[in-house]
């Protein structure tokens, strides 16, 4: 089997959901998991997941997005005891970073360094960009 981004179904952190891999756990409830990222980019970076294996935030069930939710959350109010300038991100397909195929948090303290959306200027986008996204999006109410 693999996931639609056609990646082998093996995935680590199913691994250590199971209890199979390594990890050092923040929380856990029965349908949540946090623990620190093995590669991290700042100290304290975490990582929040839904027990049961999915890709992408769209394939979550509605009656699973207040507990993962409320993870994220508990998670960023033990991150703030390290500081209180974090980020929290989510990459969703190869091309947006994702590594790990199966859905996750991650949880970025920051210290003394600029954030990753420091990197360049940003400009303000024109009204007919807007509108053209605006569009393509579709409408408001879906």
């Not at 420091?118 to 408001?140: C, M």
Request: aromatic share 8%.
């Amino acid at each position: 089997m693999t996931s639609p981004e056609g990646h082998a179904a093996h995935c680590i952190f199913d691994e250590i959901v199971a209890g199979r891999a390594p990890t050092h756990k923040i929380y856990e409830d029965k349908d949540t998991l946090a623990f620190l990222d093995l590669f991290p980019i700042t100290r304290g970076h975490t990582l929040v997941i839904p027990k049961r294996h999915v890709d992408r935030l769209t394939e979550l069930r509605e009656n699973e997005y207040e507990d993962l939710f409320r993870t994220v959350v508990t998670v960023c109010r033990r991150v703030e005891r390290l500081t209180k300038d974090y980020n929290v991100a989510i990459n969703q397909g190869r091309l947006a970073g994702q590594l790990v195929f199966h859905l996750h948090f991650h949880i970025i303290p920051r210290y003394n360094t600029p954030g990753p959306f420091a990197i360049s200027p940003r400009t303000r986008i024109r009204e007919d960009e807007a509108q053209a996204v605006l569009a393509d999006l579709g409408d408001v109410s879906e």
